[in-house]
């Protein structure tokens, strides 16, 4: 005699990447247990929850590489900033000696829900540390990672954004957040007197900690010189490979067709990973070519064909690095798309840049619609892949492990 199967959530009528027909989906204990046609009409399933998708597709909770907790919602303290990345830098920094706690803690709260309700449910954010802000715009991220646990994982990485080797007050600061619970460590050689001896210290550091990296690297459009190949280098050397990410790169994007080759097959072989900020990198870079601005962004789609892992991610939302932002990666993959020029061949290659593709930079376990997977969905308001990226779909709900995290209520017209 057959045993009923009592499961947690059962979604009903789901839509997969790459399926034929619905599927539902069944979760135990924070797990995909089953999935499969009309399970929700077997008359030994029963659920505590059940949901129903409604034909729609149904993605993991995406996945967002690179965003500034910190530093977003700032644009109101500081919309005469100018432009460039230098006025940028310039602007934070006046405004971060008198962040506090619980200042960053609101501000960060309001873009961590916007990620949220947009379908985000792992995100890795830079936090600066120096002198100016000490460990305020730290411990704050923490309180953020523990409240808002139930709907996505948030994993903290400190990081020196005016430089490191000109005061050891800074390396100080990065090892105690490092023992006080920080994730992992980032690094913005550019920014620094001597880059390389920067790069030098965030390695030993990282090793000494065991945790891995995530640099702030090559943001500009001059080809004459480059940090990308130093990083993978010191990578090889501290047998880190898989465990190094770096943002930004845009000079990837200003090297003729040969240089390119080497530098994939180079990052590769080190096992970096890239992600490219659109939002950020369109409008910083360029500035001094008018009209005749290139897109200045680093193909990472090129890159991700060379087998190196690769995301588009968030990087600044509402301040003076980038004025703008509702949190939705899916927007984000779809400004890359445009601008790179992919069309809907492409598409499911893009939504991997802010989900499967972006797991991977990140090493998340267990991720994707999968059994044994966990079981952090999101339903979009679309029935296929094509429509669900090129429209820029709106997810109507979310469930981290297994539990409903979020709900957005499709639109309704009132005739």
Known sequence: MTQNQIFDL?????????????????????????????????????????????????????????IHLDKSCLLCRCRDAGGGLKGAIAAVSRLKRDFTIEDVYERGARTLERAITQGTMHMRTHVELDPLVGLRSFEAMKRLKRDYAFAIDLSICVFPQEGMTHDPAIERLLAQALAEGADLLGGCPYTDADPSLQMERIFALAVAHDVDLDFH?????????????????????????????????????????????????????????????????????????????????????????????????TNNVLNPFTPFGDGSLIRMGNLYANLMHLGPES??????????????????????????????????????????????????????????????PAATLLR
């Open 217 to 313: 690297l090559d943001f500009d459009l001059d080809p004459s010189w480059s940090h990308l190949e130093e990083i993978c280098r010191r990578t090889m050397a501290a047998g880190w490979h898989g465990r190094v990410a770096v943002g930004h790169a845009t000079k990837l994007a200003a090297i003729d067709d040969a240089a390119l080759e080497r530098m994939i097959a180079l990052l590769a072989d080190a096992g970096v990973g890239v992600t490219a900020l659109p939002a950020t990198d369109l409008y910083l870079n360029g500035r001094d070519a008018n009209h005749r601005a290139p897109r200045g962004v680093a193909p990472v789609h090129r890159l991700a064909e060379g087998g190196v892992a690769v995301s588009v991610a």
């Open 347 to 408: 598409f499911g290659r893009c939504l991997d840049l802010i989900s499967n593709g972006a797991a991977r930079l990140m090493r998340i376990a267990d991720y994707g619609v999968a059994v044994g997977g966990q079981a952090d969905m999101i339903v979009l308001d679309a029935d296929d892949e094509a429509d669900a990226f090129g429209g820029i779909a709106v997810p109507l709900m979310g469930f981290k492990r297994g539990r409903k995290s979020f709900v957005r």
């Open 10 to 66: 059962l979604l009903r009528n789901a839509r997969l990447r790459g399926g034929q027909g619905l599927q539902d989906i069944a979760v135990r204990q924070g797990r995909i247990a089953a999935i499969s046609p009309a399970l929700a009409g077997t008359a030994v399933v029963e659920a505590v929850v059940e949901e129903d998708a409604g034909g729609r597709l149904v993605l993991p909770g995406l996945v967002d590489t690179h």
